[in-house]
Every structure is written in structure tokens, then in C-alpha cells.
């Protein structure tokens, strides 16, 4: 569950807007630690509208197409990761930042998609002398 509701983001946001407080009185006044958070639920707001307070239920899939021109396009132009991820519809500007850096260390074979979980390590004699001890103990 998250930690902070939809309805309780957009209360203290309108807070915000109304002219209520600044960051750190609201912060204080709703009980937020940090005065990132309401920053960061403002910019969402008047970037995305209501949108941008839910929390994300899915993960962005991007082909790997999609991200190469990303990354070429920031790299090219004079755009903040920010700016980027507002024009291409990227909810997380992190994402891209990590994809540069993921290119620029490993060229473009780093975007490709990979596998997901642990990589196999046992083979099968080792497999059967596990289950063996296991049946005796």
C-alpha cells in the first residue's frame, strides 16, 4: 500500500496552489517528513493533473528502439532528463538518466532487454546430490 493516499497528495497540493504555505510549513502541518515529497507531488500535478498523484500500477516496457533514440536525442540536443521525459510521455526522468549511463558505459547492446531473476548455477549432479541429503536428514 502507498504511503501517502491519492486524496491526501491533492489536498496538500491545492494547499500548495492556494497559497496556503510554503513547502516546509505544509510539511509540517500534514506531517511529512521531507518537503521533497510536496515538491515533487506539485511538479507532478501541474505537469501530469490528477495523473500525476496516483501511483504507478505498471511498469513501462520500452523497446529497445525506443530507448536508443532516447538516449541519442539527449545526447544530441540540450535537453534536461526532466524536459525528456515530459516529451516523450516518461513518467520517471531517472529512468532516462540511467540509460545514458548505461549507453555510455557499455554502448547500445546495454539497452537491449534482459532476463529477469537469477541466473542457473546447479547442474543436475549437484541437484540430485542436494535432494539426497535433503531425504536423509
Given at each position: 500500500m502507498?504511503?501517502?493516499s491519492f486524496e491526501f497528495k491533492k489536498?496538500?497540493?491545492?494547499?500548495y496552489l492556494n497559497g496556503e504555505g510554503g513547502y516546509p510549513y505544509l510539511s509540517k502541518v500534514y506531517g511529512i517528513p521531507a518537503t521533497s515529497n510536496i515538491e515533487q507531488w506539485v511538479h507532478n500535478y501541474q505537469t501530469f493533473g490528477d495523473e500525476g498523484?496516483?501511483?504507478s500500477r505498471k511498469?513501462?516496457?520500452?523497446?529497445?528502439e525506443k530507448k536508443l533514440s532516447?538516449?541519442?536525442?539527449?545526447?544530441?540536443s540540450e535537453i534536461s532528463y526532466q524536459d525528456l521525459a515530459l516529451q516523450e510521455?516518461?513518467?520517471n526522468p531517472c529512468m532516462i538518466a540511467n540509460w545514458v549511463n548505461r549507453f555510455r558505459t557499455a554502448g547500445p547492446d546495454a539497452l537491449r532487454p534482459r532476463k529477469k531473476g537469477r541466473k542457473k548455477t546447479l547442474d543436475k549432479s549437484k541437484k540430485n546430490i542436494i535432494s539426497h541429503t535433503k531425504m536423509k536428514l
Amino acid at each position: 500500500m502507498a504511503k501517502y493516499s491519492f486524496e491526501f497528495k491533492k489536498k496538500v497540493v491545492l494547499a500548495y496552489l492556494n497559497g496556503e504555505g510554503g513547502y516546509p510549513y505544509l510539511s509540517k502541518v500534514y506531517g511529512i517528513p521531507a518537503t521533497s515529497n510536496i515538491e515533487q507531488w506539485v511538479h507532478n500535478y501541474q505537469t501530469f493533473g490528477d495523473e500525476g498523484l496516483l501511483r504507478s500500477r505498471k511498469n513501462g516496457i520500452y523497446s529497445f528502439e525506443k530507448k536508443l533514440s532516447i538516449v541519442e536525442l539527449y545526447l544530441s540536443s540540450e535537453i534536461s532528463y526532466q524536459d525528456l521525459a515530459l516529451q516523450e510521455g516518461i513518467s520517471n526522468p531517472c529512468m532516462i538518466a540511467n540509460w545514458v549511463n548505461r549507453f555510455r558505459t557499455a554502448g547500445p547492446d546495454a539497452l537491449r532487454p534482459r532476463k529477469k531473476g537469477r541466473k542457473k548455477t546447479l547442474d543436475k549432479s549437484k541437484k540430485n546430490i542436494i535432494s539426497h541429503t535433503k531425504m536423509k536428514l
